[in-house]
């Protein structure tokens, strides 16, 4: 999206590459991450402009809301969790709900998570923190952790026809604390920062938060996807592995000999990647056009 | 080799059964505790009552997700959301009468702006709702019963006063008494009789009506 994608012919010759280009400025460096935290932080202006302003373009939370009084959106990941605790569900909850997955699907599941989740400044303040602290990594649970959390809140929703998981996800709790009175909610905010910080590197948002393994789901075949698309000039600096919240789903887009799209529903669509590479390797790709030019390039027939 | 390849086989297969085992565990650790944390905020207190059109609490507890939208719309701010740490399930909404009652507006918006079948669509007409009914709980402090003044003011406080409450009179010892007395097939247990209530402790209260209610023979089955 950020920078030209160059014809093959043009290309660095591969491996060889080893001249560093001059590092970015701060602000480049940073144009994703400024950009995201406006998102974050805009979005719940929104929602508070009503509560504060007396200006109601948005009303309820990130659980449902109607916004200019007539577009009806609901988080499907609830409106699933609801279908299976009672049976059924309105058809408002659905066209809502039917609307944030078509969003999030045609951005990228994830774009959940980087783009509005407010945890997400949470986690990443715990990280910020943790990285100031040397931290060693601590509890690494297995990649598919967050699967089975996910598994567990439909499966607890059908046994107990409540929606469970709303009793404690933080995800919802947070923002609905921030937009309708916190009450003790920020011990939730606290306990996942801490969880963060002192537990686990990357432990909610990377391993555990079945929201965001639900929007992973979504987003296996979202066409808005990160390509490594200058590969040959990667300089085997790190930088993109060091900033990824989700690393392994940078390895076989960059390291592999396959397509260069980052697949991997894991992959928020957080644009770090895109910050900090001083060699412009990464560009966001419409990925079926791409993976079809691609495909092009091997067989020219 | 044989020997060799056997080890790594049963390697690989103790760490499939450790993960395994500790995924299995920590899922149905977190499992449990949601479903005891839930069992304990299904439990909800006496005071705290639902909005107009609410379904059975087991039920609405399936089908709110908390969004608020009702506690917008509400035009006197009734409703309000539980926070994490109230004791009823975070983020549902509820009133309490004494605090600020229902004023049982006439087009319902808070069931309107209901996007899920929490709020029953087809409640239509205010005076049907069922929140709770009203119950004199203070037969020794209510100043009308206790002969102290005669006070109306529950009565006084009913949107639908004649219908759902009436000042029965009395007499007893030579001395007349008004005493409160709710018809609950009319009741819709909206709190204005609470709120109203003069005595420092209302002497009326609404309960939730699963509280109240009698089905006869059913304690004798």
């Known amino acids: 999206m950020t920078s030209a994608s160059t014809s093959p012919e043009q290309r660095a010759p591969g491996p060889t590459a080893t001249r560093r280009t001059t590092r970015r400025s701060w602000w480049l460096r940073q144009r994703f991450l400024l950009a995201r935290r406006t998102a974050q932080f805009g979005l719940l202006g929104l929602f508070l402009l009503g509560p504060l302003a007396g200006i109601w373009w948005a009303k309820g939370n990130l659980a449902a809301s109607t916004w200019f009084g007539v577009i009806p959106l609901s988080d499907p990941f609830i409106v699933v969790q609801s279908l299976l605790a009672l049976g059924h569900v309105t058809l408002t909850a659905l066209v809502g709900a039917l609307l944030i997955g078509a969003f999030y699907w045609l951005v990228g599941g994830r774009v959940f998570c980087s783009w509005v989740c407010p945890v997400n400044i949470i986690t990443d303040a715990a990280h910020w923190c943790r990285e100031r602290l040397r931290l060693p990594p601590g509890w690494r649970p297995q990649r598919n952790l967050r699967h089975y959390l996910l598994a567990m809140c439909l499966v607890s929703a059908a046994l107990t026809g409540t929606i469970a998981w709303e009793l404690v996800n933080p995800v919802t709790l947070v923002q609905r604390g921030l937009v309708f009175g916190v009450g003790l909610g920020w011990t939730v905010m606290l306990a996942v920062f801490l969880f963060d910080l002192l537990v686990s590197r990357r432990g909610w948002c990377g391993h555990l938060c079945p929201v965001g393994a639900f929007y992973g789901l979504v987003g296996r075949t979202s066409p808005l996807r990160v390509a490594a698309d200058r590969r040959e000039a990667c300089t085997d600096c790190g930088d993109c592995f060091a900033v990824c919240p989700e690393p392994h789903v940078i390895t076989p887009a960059l390291r592999g000999s396959g397509s260069r799209l980052v697949l991997a529903g894991d992959c928020t669509n957080c644009g770090r990647c895109l910050d900090v590479c001083d060699d412009d390797v990464f560009r966001f790709a419409e990925r079926y056009t791409y993976a079809a030019r691609e495909r092009d390039r091997v067989a020219p027939d | ?221």
């Open chain 2, 1 to 221: 080799m044989s020997a060799r390849r056997r080890t790594e086989f049963s390697a690989d297969r103790r760490r499939f059964l450790t993960q395994g085992a500790q995924a299995a565990g920590s899922v149905s650790l977190v499992g449990f505790l949601l479903g005891a944390y839930g069992e304990q905020a299904a439990s909800t207190p006496v005071a705290a009552l639902r909005p107009p059109g609410a379904l059975a609490e087991d039920e609405f507890l399936g089908a709110c997700v908390r969004c608020g939208l009702c506690v917008r719309d509400c035009p006197y701010d009734t409703l309000r959301l539980a926070r994490f740490g109230e004791p009823l399930a975070t983020g549902t909404p509820y009133f309490v009468a004494r605090d600020i009652p229902c004023e049982m507006c006439e087009d319902i918006p808070c069931v309107k702006a209901c996007p899920t079948p929490a709020l029953d669509k087809s409640l239509t007409d205010i005076r049907a709702a069922d929140m709770g009914v009203a119950v004199v709980t203070g037969t020794d402090t209510c100043y009308s019963i206790t002969g102290v003044a005669h006070c109306v003011g529950c009565y006084e406080a009913c949107p639908i006063k004649d219908d759902a409450i009436t000042m029965e009179m009395k007499q007893e010892h030579g001395k007349v008494f008004f005493v409160p007395t709710v018809h609950r097939e009319h009741c819709t247990g909206c709190g204005k009789c609470e709120a109203d209530c003069l005595y420092p402790e209302a002497a009326i209260k609404v309960l939730p009506r699963a509280l109240v209610r009698h089905d006869i023979g059913q304690h004798l089955a």
